[in-house]
């Protein structure tokens, strides 16, 4: 079993940047993928970007692609999310995922019902 916290959330106003932490305990944190999820109210949860458990392989959406940079340190169990030039639409509650596998499946939409370990998630607001 593994039990995620997020941190890092907050207010920021359009350009900002955030950095996102997921610290990991309870298992193994080198044998899960990880990854990050967000959910707009009134809107389903998307894929943000997830990263294997080796950090070889980083998967992103293409609505963050080239702003998000995903990574994980597993000697602290704690995966990150880097987030620069923030825009309003990137506006929701992030939420930490971990499982076992690659992360090259998790960008499938609703793919996330299928992830077993869930953080409880960090608001992020960016003002414009």
């Known amino acids: 079993q593994v039990q995620l916290v997020e941190s890092g959330g907050g207010l920021v106003q359009a350009g900002d940047s955030l950095r996102l932490s997921c610290a990991a305990s309870?298992?193994?944190?080198?044998?899960?993928?990880m990854g990050w999820f967000r959910q707009a109210p009134g809107k389903e949860r998307e894929f943000v970007a997830a990263i294997s458990w080796s950090a070889m392989s980083t998967y992103y959406a293409d609505s963050v692609k080239g702003r998000f940079t995903i990574s994980r340190d597993n000697a602290m169990n704690t995966a990150y999310l880097q987030m620069n030039s923030l825009k309003p639409e990137d506006t929701a509650v992030y939420y930490c995922?971990?499982?076992?596998?690659?992360?090259?499946?998790?960008?499938?939409?609703?793919?996330?019902?299928?992830?077993?370990?869930w953080g409880q998630g960090t608001l992020v607001t960016v003002s414009s």
């Open positions: 995922a971990a499982d076992r596998g690659t992360g090259n499946s998790w960008s499938t939409p609703g793919f996330y019902r299928y992830l077993e370990h």
């Open positions: 309870g298992s193994t944190f080198s044998n899960y993928a």
